[in-house]
């Protein structure tokens, strides 16, 4: 980080005096300062403005030091927090590291020994910019036009991948409906040696049993009813390219045992032929299925399920990645007002966060059309909270999946809090009032019932 770019701190402390020595000596260096005498007054200032670095003293009236990190860390969890305390409090402070500060100084304290801590942990914080910035560069390389993402576990995702597109190991990808596993395969299968050769996919749940076999293996004149003209199977047609089995699971159990047959011989024998035809396939197979739940009620074999988990993805739910939200968002955006010719350019702030506080069952493909939605509704160029459909801003009673006391009562504490931040347009300071409660108070509960 770099001093020109005014960087903005934020000092807490119910003394008006170390305020003011701390203002005096961190603008004197160039830093962009704002002070609070008050934990509930820092929060506000926070939820308005980001700060790069805060630095608050340990025991306040109110909200403490050590709940004022807490709270700071919900809004933005990467924030340097530095902890003041008098020197009889070391203890104290050396605690609160534990807990998650990333430095102390101690009252009365001297000038260079903050600067020296507030430079560290700037620096530090630059240098995980630029880590963070060399997993987006690994991620735009393996990344298509289609799956968007940079958080750590699809950058963890994107560097298995880089491992294994040169192998032909089969691939295993599990995961959700909707979190896109026929786009890891597509990456997969574009960025490796069989890039040139064909892609192709078949949905096992979407045939019945009696054609699945003609359409993975192909059959002969005159095999069956109808066979007019030989035809290729799906493995015939794509010999030296990837073969994708979506809904492995759903595949049944006479099927199961031809494919691991073709597994183990790379031999397919067309219907109404008696002659094999060797085929070089990389197997791929997805599911959102529990395989080993299946195997163990003999609904899946074992042997095939061992010959496919030879690399296996896990694909996260979108509620796993919601720091990916805002650019997926921007994507979908961008690709639906081409399509639909409208001027929609964003999303504002407050449409934003619910976007981010929503549970998105469907995952991606589900944010894919409420998106498409929202940008066909839109009035003007931002899609706004009034474009979302009513379960995003205002949570159904169906939404409620609490069975104890506790459960339910969160359930309908999220409801309400979502309710009025619908209502006055993502305005914390105007719910908090209308629910009868302080700022601080509507923080705590936000971060207990997970609203972002």
Known sequence: MKKNKKIRVLVVDDEIDICRALEFLLIKEGYDVMSANEGERALELYSKRRFEI????????GISGLELMKEIRALSSSVP????????????????????????????FINDDVMMTVKRLLRQVSLEDENRTLRLQLSSRMASDEFIGASPLISAIFEEVEKVVPTKSNILILGESGTGK???????????????????????????ETLLESELFGYRKGAFTGANSD????????????????EIGDMPLTTQAKLLKVIESGEITPLGDTSPIYVDVRLIAATNKDLQSLVKDNRFREDLYYRLD?????MPSLRERREDIPALAAHFVSRFSKLHGK???????????????????????????????????????TISPRDLPERITIPSAGDVTGTCLKDLVGDFERKQILSKMSKHNGNKEDAARDLGIDLATLYRKMKKLGIK
């Not at 805060?54 to 306040?60: Q, S």
């Not at 035809?231 to 979506?246: I, N, S, V």
């Open 182 to 208: 026929s786009l890891i395969a597509e990456l997969i299968h574009r960025n490796s040696p069989r890039r040139d050769m064909p892609l192709l996919s078949l949905n096992c749940s979407a045939i019945p």
């Open 81 to 108: 927090v530095i902890i003041m305390t008098a020197f009889a409090s070391v203890e104290n402070a050396v605690e609160a590291m534990k807990l998650g500060a990333s430095d102390y100084i101690v009252k009365p």
């Open 54 to 61: 805060v630095i608050t003293d340990l025991k306040m009236p």
């Open 343 to 381: 001027d929609v350019t964003g999303v504002d702030e407050d449409a934003m966060d619910l976007l981010a506080g929503y549970s998105w069952g469907g995952n991606v493909r589900e944010l894919m059309n409420v998106i498409e939605r929202a940008v066909v509704l839109a009035m003007g160029s």
């Open 231 to 246: 035809r290729k199977g799906l493995f015939e047609a794509c010999d030296g390219g990837t073969l994708l089995l979506d």
């Open 310 to 314: 030879v690399i296996q993805f896990t």
